[in-house]
């Protein structure tokens, strides 16, 4: 058994990691389900604020993965969101090379889907490349692809509180307008998917040295209906000119977006998305249900001794959780008359009466949460 993080995630495998933090294949002994759970030790302010934006934004599609649930023990803190078992765009190209143009017309309308919702939600995502992409295992059929990783984005109408300009995203995937400063804009995210498309097309990454010059496609042309619709889908999308670019929602209504779709499947391309997780391990008791791909039935975990402070975690299942507008206009993430509290923040009580110790929870869960809280709050205002 792996270790099990504030008494309900236990922690099975690493799955990915990056400049934020680790993200690990989990098992919630609350509800028994297989999960992914990105977890950061608390190094710095920045990558704690980026930490909270992400769990803030809760956006529900069927194309978006949206946070869970969080807590956080000592220096670690971790949020849970759905396992997504197929990998990643990333993987897909790694596996296949280039991809033909009615995998490229699905994933890329799949992605313009989940950004019309972002941006519905007056949300800019600002880091759309193919490790973001992620992919439900659907072997040959039509993919599911479902965006993630919202760590830096950013409300579109959320106030400049600095005069300083700051480039903010993946080089390489970055519209032309993010690396001279400008304020966020969906538009740039559709930037962003276009150098996606053209990667996917010519299964080449793009150069991630300063800013991008206007992109010149006219040599790519072949006379292939299909091959030239996803040029015509490149072009409309890295317009450089942000003015002059579409939105999500029209580049979807594009002819060469309908003439992709209309492409039938072909079989003998190979391509197809496995679930690409081994099963639970013997010594996590083993998982049954849809989806776990393991055998097994879940042992009821013992009762843990008493702690000496409770986790923080998001609002019991029946409660709706905040919207990121509602997490920004300050509304409670937690249950009401439910205190913030954090697990282990040194208290450490050993011995003494059951009773003791229930007196003198309370008061360290509140003054340690609430100074957790408290920052969480100042490090969002300096934003």
Known sequence: MGEVFAGRYELIDPIASGGMGTVWRVLDRHDGELKAAKMLRQADAAMLLRFVREQSMRIDHTHVVTPQSWAGVDDRVLFTMPLVRGGSVVGLMKKHGRLSPYWIGHLADQTLQALEAVHAAGIVHRDIKPGNLLLEPTGTGVPHLRLTDFGIAVPEDEPRLTHVAMVIGTPGYMAPEQYHGADPDPRSDVYALGIVVLEMLTGKRPPGEGAPPPIDLSTMRNGDPGHDAVIDLIEAATRYDVAGRPTAAELRRTPAMHRL???????????????????????????????????????????????????????????????????????????????????????????????????????????????????????????
């Not at 391509?271 to 097994?296: A, K, N, Q, Y």
């Not at 001794?305 to 986790?311: A, C, E, K, Y």
């Not at 009773?355 to 509140?366: D, G, K, N």
């Open 261 to 383: 779709l209309a492409l039938p499947a072909d079989p003998s391309d190979g391509v197809r998305i496995d679930d690409e997780f081994p099963p639970l391990p013997e010594s996590s008791g083993g998982v049954s249900g849809p989806g776990t791909g393991t055998l097994g039935t879940i042992s009821p975990p013992p009762p843990p001794p008493p702690p000496t402070s409770t986790p923080a975690s998001m609002p019991p299942p029946g409660q709706t959780a905040p919207t990121a507008r509602e997490t920004r206009q300050g509304t409670s993430v937690l249950p009401p008359g439910a205190a913030p509290t954090l697990v282990g923040a040194g208290t450490g009580a050993t011995g003494g009466s059951r009773r003791a110790q229930a007196s003198a929870v309370p008061s360290y869960a509140l003054m340690g949460g609430g100074a957790f809280v408290l920052l969480l709050g100042l490090l969002l205002l300096l934003i």
